[in-house]
Structure formats: structure tokens, C-alpha cells
């Protein structure tokens, strides 16, 4: 069903996922994560990968499983190591200059992410036909300013200033994440995702012109690429933050749906964006934190703006840790109650 809807069939059901299903407001999670190593070897341990992404397919009614990874490993795969130090996030040792982006390796990304596919391969065969497996990547904007910062910023000033100086130097470094994220977006659709999302977290923070030049371009070839190779396999685009600049977006990249931040206005999204892409989204995660009257009073207000059109129920951003795993009980059962399913 969420294979059809995201192709933009108008399907009698709202299929529901959220972001960041899987993770650590599960108890379940936290306690495998307790077994493993650190982040990333629980990203390339097939079996516990494929575990984490099933947990809340156990516990929940949901229509898909997105895999258990991080968009981490195509700069990891690429020979930019990466780790995750508790309480910090992610760290990186920030390119530096042009030599640094030479060095960067785009051919091994299915050796190294070998056992990221492999828990592919473990998760499709172990979920329910109806219940479709996401696949996943940054797009290579978003990829690259962990890749320039060495890890979260708060004003990307670097990755900013280096596009801005050096246009030739980033554009290179683009292509070869754009080169390196295809053959990874490619080796899942082979380990068997039925749909693909391109997260783009910080396509918020650009003017237009940056937007249409690192955001659009970028994602445009990227969809091409995935297109030619596996046309049938939907394809969602996440440029968080970006305003009214999701309508350019939408009709520009190619993607089949666009997941909506909360900030998008319902009724925008139904005009604007509706009759062009599927639309996904768009509860604030912080409304399934508090649960209760606020969550059902919102989740109401979204499906009336737009279940009318292709429409996937989601949150605008992920789960958040302190999330009562309830509310995530009430919420799928409040949205299949209004939509008679
Ligand atoms: O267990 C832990 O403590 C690690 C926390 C964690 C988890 C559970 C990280 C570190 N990544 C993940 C998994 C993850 N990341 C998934 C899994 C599937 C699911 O949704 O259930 C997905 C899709 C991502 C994607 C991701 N990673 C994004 C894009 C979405 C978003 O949140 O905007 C980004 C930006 C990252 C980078 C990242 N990974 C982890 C951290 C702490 C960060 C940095 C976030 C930041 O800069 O604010």
C-alpha cells in the first residue's frame, strides 16, 4: 500500500511510518544496544541491524520498516572514517582542502557496506509481504556538511564558505558523495527496499541560489541515476526547513513524494504540493511526546488538509527519545480509526 500511495495511486488507506521508528525511546533497543559495541558496529552487525529494525514492526501496526543504518556510512565507505562518541554525536576528521576530497573513494561503498545489505536481505525476508522495507541515504548536501564540519554545526559556516569560495572544489566533492550515494541507494534496492528516502536535514539553512545549486542539482542527478536503474521503486525527498521552497523542490527533482517538516502549512501543502508529489508527514514530534488530547486534535487537523490526495501519514522530524512508546500505540490507532482501517 505505501508502494502505490507514494506512486501517487489514491489508495482507500493512509499507510503510517515515522521517522526514527526504531531507536532508543524503545526499551527493547536500549537494551540490545547494551549488547553491542558502539553505534556503527551495531549499523554493520547484520543480525542486530535487522533486529533493531524490527522491533517496532513487532510492537506496531506500522506499513513499513525503515532499515536500521545511519547516513553516516557513505562518508565511512567513502575513507572518511566516522564514529559515534555517546553524548556527542557523530565525529569526523573535517576535509581540509582539495587534496582531502581527492582521496575520497566512491567504488567500494557495496564491500564496505557489505553487512548493511545483508541486514537488508535479513529484514525483507523476515517481514510480512505487506509491509514495505525503506531504504535510505543523505542527500550529498546534507552528507557534506558532516564531511566539511567533522560533524553537527550549528551555522555551517565552513561548508558555506568552501561552496561559496570554492565552487569547482565543492561541486567535486558533491559528485563524488552523488557517486558514492547512488551505488549505495542501488545496492539497497538489490537487498530489496521497495521505497527510498533522501534526507536532506539541512536543506533549510540555504538562500535560493545555494538551494537550487546544492539542494536541487544534486538531488535531480540522483534521482535520474536511481530512476534508470530501478524505475518502479518510489522515491522520497526530506528538505527539511526549506519553506515555500518546497514547491521547487517538488516540481524540479523528480521525486515521487516530498516528507513535510511541521512547519509546512497544511493547506499550502494540499495546493501547492499535492497535485504534483504524494506528501508525507507532518505531526511535530513533540506532540507524540505529550500525547493525549494535543496529538489527536493535531493528527485530525492533518488527515482532513490532506488525506484527500496521495498522503502517508508521518511525524515532521524523528521520534525523539523520551517518547512514551503508548503514544506511539494511540497515534497509529487514532489514524486508522479516521481513515476506516
Ligand atoms: O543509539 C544511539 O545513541 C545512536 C543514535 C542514532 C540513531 C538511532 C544515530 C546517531 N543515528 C540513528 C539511526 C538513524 N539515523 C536512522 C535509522 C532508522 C530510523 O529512522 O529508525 C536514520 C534514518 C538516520 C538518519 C540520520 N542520521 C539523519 C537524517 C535524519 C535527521 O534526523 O535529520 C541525520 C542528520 C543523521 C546523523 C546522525 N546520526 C546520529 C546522530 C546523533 C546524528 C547527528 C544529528 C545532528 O547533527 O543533529
Same mark, same amino acid.
Given at each position: 500500500m505505501l508502494v502505490r500511495t507514494l506512486k501517487g495511486e489514491a489508495t482507500a488507506q493512509v499507510p503510517i511510518w515515522l521517522m526514527r521508528? +526504531?531507536?532508543?525511546?524503545l526499551p527493547e533497543y536500549r537494551a540490545l544496544r547494551e549488547k553491542t559495541g558502539s553505534f556503527l558496529d551495531l549499523c554493520y552487525s547484520p543480525e542486530q541491524a535487522a533486529e533493531a529494525t524490527l522491533q517496532p514492526i513487532r510492537r506496531f501496526d506500522l506499513d513499513a520498516a525503515i532499515l536500521f &543504518? *545511519?547516513?553516516l556510512v557513505v562518508p565511512d565507505a567513502m575513507g572518511q572514517p566516522v564514529r559515534f562518541a555517546p553524548g556527542e554525536g557523530p565525529v569526523l576528521e573535517a576535509l581540509a582542502d582539495r587534496v582531502s576530497i581527492d582521496a575520497l573513494? @566512491? *567504488?567500494r561503498v557495496e564491500s564496505h557496506l557489505a553487512p548493511v545489505y545483508e541486514a537488508a536481505r535479513l529484514v525483507r525476508a523476515a517481514l510480512p509481504e505487506a509491509i514495505a522495507l525503506i531504504g535510505f541515504a543523505g542527500a550529498p548536501w546534507t552528507v557534506a556538511t558532516y564531511m566539511i564540519e567533522g560533524g553537527s554545526s550549528r551555522d555551517f559556516a565552513r561548508t558555506k564558505g568552501w561552496a561559496a569560495r570554492d565552487p569547482e572544489g565543492f561541486d567535486a566533492l558533491l559528485a563524488k558523495i552523488e557517486a558514492a550515494t547512488l551505488r549505495h541507494l542501488l545496492a539497497q534496492v538489490r537487498a530489496g527496499a521497495q521505497v527510498l528516502q533522501l534526507f536532506d &536535514?539541512?536543506?533549510?539553512?540555504?538562500d535560493e541560489a545555494f538551494f537550487e545549486r546544492l539542494v536541487i542539482g544534486p538531488t535531480k542527478r540522483l534521482v535520474a541515476g536511481v530512476k534508470a536503474e530501478a524505475p518502479d521503486v518510489p522515491i522520497v525527498g526530506f528538505p527539511k526547513g526549506c519553506g515555500i521552497l518546497y514547491a521547487r523542490y517538488a516540481a524540479e527533482t523528480g521525486v515521487d513524494a516530498v516528507s513535510l517538516d511541521p512547519a509546512v502549512p497544511l493547506d499550502w501543502a494540499a495546493s501547492a504540493l499535492q497535485p504534483h508529489v504524494a506528501v508525507q508527514g507532518n505531526l511535530d514530534p513533540i506532540l507524540l511526546l505529550i500525547g493525549g488530547e494535543a496529538m489527536a486534535r493535531r493528527s485530525g487537523q492533518i488527515l482532513a488538509a490532506l +488525506?484527500?490526495?496521495p498522503f502517508v501519514f508521518n511525524l515532521g522530524h524523528g521520534v525523539v527519545p523520551? @517518547?512514551?512508546p503508548e503514544h506511539v500505540a494511540e497515534l497509529i490507532s487514532l489514524v486508522r480509526k479516521a481513515t476506516g482501517t
Amino acid at each position: 500500500m505505501l508502494v502505490r500511495t507514494l506512486k501517487g495511486e489514491a489508495t482507500a488507506q493512509v499507510p503510517i511510518w515515522l521517522m526514527r521508528q +526504531a531507536g532508543r525511546y524503545l526499551p527493547e533497543y536500549r537494551a540490545l544496544r547494551e549488547k553491542t559495541g558502539s553505534f556503527l558496529d551495531l549499523c554493520y552487525s547484520p543480525e542486530q541491524a535487522a533486529e533493531a529494525t524490527l522491533q517496532p514492526i513487532r510492537r506496531f501496526d506500522l506499513d513499513a520498516a525503515i532499515l536500521f &543504518s *545511519d547516513i553516516l556510512v557513505v562518508p565511512d565507505a567513502m575513507g572518511q572514517p566516522v564514529r559515534f562518541a555517546p553524548g556527542e554525536g557523530p565525529v569526523l576528521e573535517a576535509l581540509a582542502d582539495r587534496v582531502s576530497i581527492d582521496a575520497l573513494i @566512491t *567504488d567500494r561503498v557495496e564491500s564496505h557496506l557489505a553487512p548493511v545489505y545483508e541486514a537488508a536481505r535479513l529484514v525483507r525476508a523476515a517481514l510480512p509481504e505487506a509491509i514495505a522495507l525503506i531504504g535510505f541515504a543523505g542527500a550529498p548536501w546534507t552528507v557534506a556538511t558532516y564531511m566539511i564540519e567533522g560533524g553537527s554545526s550549528r551555522d555551517f559556516a565552513r561548508t558555506k564558505g568552501w561552496a561559496a569560495r570554492d565552487p569547482e572544489g565543492f561541486d567535486a566533492l558533491l559528485a563524488k558523495i552523488e557517486a558514492a550515494t547512488l551505488r549505495h541507494l542501488l545496492a539497497q534496492v538489490r537487498a530489496g527496499a521497495q521505497v527510498l528516502q533522501l534526507f536532506d &536535514s539541512w536543506a533549510g539553512v540555504l538562500d535560493e541560489a545555494f538551494f537550487e545549486r546544492l539542494v536541487i542539482g544534486p538531488t535531480k542527478r540522483l534521482v535520474a541515476g536511481v530512476k534508470a536503474e530501478a524505475p518502479d521503486v518510489p522515491i522520497v525527498g526530506f528538505p527539511k526547513g526549506c519553506g515555500i521552497l518546497y514547491a521547487r523542490y517538488a516540481a524540479e527533482t523528480g521525486v515521487d513524494a516530498v516528507s513535510l517538516d511541521p512547519a509546512v502549512p497544511l493547506d499550502w501543502a494540499a495546493s501547492a504540493l499535492q497535485p504534483h508529489v504524494a506528501v508525507q508527514g507532518n505531526l511535530d514530534p513533540i506532540l507524540l511526546l505529550i500525547g493525549g488530547e494535543a496529538m489527536a486534535r493535531r493528527s485530525g487537523q492533518i488527515l482532513a488538509a490532506l +488525506a484527500g490526495g496521495p498522503f502517508v501519514f508521518n511525524l515532521g522530524h524523528g521520534v525523539v527519545p523520551p @517518547t512514551p512508546p503508548e503514544h506511539v500505540a494511540e497515534l497509529i490507532s487514532l489514524v486508522r480509526k479516521a481513515t476506516g482501517t
